[in-house]
């Protein structure tokens, strides 16, 4: 269950960056148009959005390794629960073998 939802977070991340990447593309055709015009202060604006706009897709990429970080940290665990009840499971075992 808990899975699922990384996956998820996970997806909509990558809906997110996908989106920001064809924004950036329209801002710097957008930047190469104002600039082919003669328009500095319009491509001197569009290029700040185009900064801000990396910033952000930096910051996606930021949280999608936290949330695949927490998805292996949550499956080594369940696979230290299991491992853990095998133990218990073999000593029991193997204390009844002892006993007869």
């Known amino acids: 269950k808990q899975q699922r939802e990384l996956r998820r977070t996970q997806r909509g991340l990558e809906r997110d960056r996908t989106s920001l990447e064809r924004e950036e593309k329209k801002l710097e055709m957008e930047i190469k148009k104002a600039a082919k015009q003669g328009n500095k202060q319009a491509a001197t604006v569009l290029a700040k959005q185009l900064v801000m706009l990396r910033k952000q897709k930096t910051r ?41």
Not at 60 to 65: H, I, L, P, R
Not at 68 to 88: D, L, P
Request: glycine share 8%.
């Open 60 to 100: 996606s990429y930021a949280a999608s390794s936290q949330v695949q970080a927490v998805g292996i940290q949550a499956k080594t665990m369940q696979s230290t629960v299991k491992m853990a009840g095998a133990m218990e499971r073999t000593s029991k075992t193997m204390g009844a073998v002892n006993k007869q």
